[in-house]
């Protein structure tokens, strides 16, 4: 009987909490002027597939490193696809006076789902390269292992052909372009 009585108060949290997920989506966050109707596949909203860029000093976009100026500043990519596919690329450069240009580019890929107001991106593979003017020791390319590859929760909001993330660790925030 305990068994039957707490069973059923754990389901009837459970209807409760997920009636709350399910209208407490506050703001516009996930809202959008766009549409919210999901692709055809289904895991991501239709107005979100594609590629999506910001970037910061000289304006260029760079998911590689034959694309980028020296000390051109920096980047972030994500491109979604309508299966929850999705390819982010983070790129950064600087020119450091008397030592050289010190680049850096990481790339992941994996699977994001979106939940009212929350895109969450869910990496399965990635690698970081760097070209180190300064130290020729830190230059190289490295596999993230497994353990380094967490899954960040973005907030995100669709104003016309902006996309707003703002990442709680401030790494992915910013608004974003079609591309």
């Given at each position: 009987m305990l068994r039957a009585s707490s069973h059923h108060?754990?389901?009837?949290?459970?209807?409760?909490?997920?009636?709350?997920?399910?209208?407490?989506?506050?703001?516009?966050?996930?809202?959008?002027?766009?549409?919210?109707?999901?692709?055809?596949?289904?895991?991501?909203?239709?107005?979100?597939?594609?590629?999506?860029a910001f970037a910061v000093a000289s304006g260029n976009y760079c998911d590689t490193f034959s694309t980028c100026e020296p000390g051109s500043g920096g980047s972030i990519t994500f491109t979604f696809g309508a299966d929850g596919r999705t390819y982010y690329a983070l790129f950064q450069s600087s020119l450091v006076d008397g030592c050289g240009q010190v680049r850096s580019l990481t790339l992941k890929t994996g699977k994001a789902s979106v939940h009212g107001a929350t895109l969450v991106f869910t990496p399965t593979a990635g690698t970081y390269k760097t070209v180190n003017g300064c130290r020729p020791d830190l230059t190289g390319l490295w596999k993230f292992k497994p353990g380094d590859l967490k899954p960040i929760s973005l907030r995100w909001q669709l104003d016309g052909s902006q996309l707003r993330l703002i990442d709680p660790a401030g790494e992915a925030s910013g608004v974003y372009s079609r591309r």
């Open positions: 108060a754990c389901r009837a949290a459970l209807v409760g909490f997920a009636g709350w997920l399910a209208f407490s989506a506050g703001g516009a966050y996930g809202q959008g002027k766009g549409p919210t109707t999901r692709s055809r596949l289904g895991a991501m909203p239709g107005a979100l597939v594609g590629k999506w």
